[in-house]
């Protein structure tokens, strides 16, 4: 059975720095963090592939979130440094079969078959 557990989430101040993590049952194909502010859609913020380790990242996280993975544990991380109020969401981690190319890792939920039940993230200005 497949099991994604995060956690780390939590109220923070702006400027600060969180580290979310996701515990899976297994290890194999693209790992992604997305995120849900209320009254908003999913969107995508970060993911890797597990094999070689590369990575995508939306736009506006670039340079401050960095996604990676501990393949012995079979743990992938999100390290968010330099926290704005906008990054307030609850966030997911979830897994696709669909490997990262040169162009990129996917970044549509419907590519991603396995959600975590998510950790809230608020980050107070």
């Known amino acids: 059975q497949v099991q994604l557990v995060e956690s780390g989430g939590g109220l923070v101040q702006a400027g600060s720095s969180l580290r979310l993590s996701c515990a899976a049952s297994f290890s194999g194909g693209t790992m992604g963090w997305f995120r849900q502010a209320p009254g908003k859609e999913r969107e995508f913020v970060a993911a890797i592939w597990w094999s070689s380790g590369r990575t995508s990242y939306q736009d506006s996280v670039k340079g401050r979130f960095t996604i990676s993975r501990d393949n012995a544990k079979n743990t992938v991380s999100l390290q968010m440094n330099s926290l704005k109020p906008e990054d307030t969401a609850i966030y997911y981690c979830?897994?696709?079969?669909?490997?990262?190319?040169?162009?990129?890792?996917?970044?549509?939920?419907?590519?991603?078959?396995?959600w975590g039940q998510g950790t809230q993230v608020t980050v107070s200005s």
């Open positions: 979830a897994a696709s079969p669909v490997a990262c190319s040169a162009r990129g890792c996917p970044i549509r939920t419907y590519e991603y078959d396995y």
